[in-house]
């Protein structure tokens, strides 16, 4: 299990009842081992945030950002918390809601594209173990 601080514990459940349309739509999916038989969860704490994918056997987590991450306060927030994720070996991958919404397609094909290359690693590394 990934570090959280538990304080997080009750916003994410609130968060998982109000996604936007966007989250919604990538939640119908991919929910639990619809992508590559690997499950996913959703609003998911994760250090000291709350991501809003988390697919552990993968080792992926996926932002679908709304407006407020195009601000320059956004990015830097989103760059911080990425380096954080990322040194727990964990890849972020990230759309905006309108890439969600009108390149639905696009969207899957590139988070299929990401645990298919996770998984790979992740089996090259058990190989040589």
Do not use: H, W
């Given at each position: 299990m990934r570090p959280y601080e538990r304080v997080l514990k009750n916003p994410s459940r609130r968060l998982r009842r109000g996604l936007s349309a966007a989250e919604a739509r990538l939640w119908f999916l991919v929910p639990r081992q619809q992508v590559l038989g690997v499950p996913f969860y959703r609003q998911k704490p994760l250090l000291g945030y709350i991501v809003d994918f988390y697919?552990?056997?993968?080792?992926?987590v996926i932002e679908v950002d709304g407006a407020q991450h195009l601000t320059q306060s956004g990015r830097i927030?989103?760059?911080?918390?990425?380096s954080d994720l990322?040194?727990?070996g964990l890849v972020v991958i990230r759309?905006?809601?309108l890439q969600v919404l009108?390149?639905?397609v696009a969207v899957m094909e590139e988070?299929?594209?990401?645990?298919?290359?996770?998984?790979?690693?992740?089996?090259?590394?058990?190989?040589?173990?």
């Open positions: 697919a552990p056997a993968a080792g992926l927030a989103d760059s911080r918390r990425t990322e040194r727990l759309f905006d809601n009108n390149e639905t988070i299929y594209r990401v645990v298919r290359g996770r998984l790979e690693e992740k089996a090259g590394a058990e190989s040589k173990s």
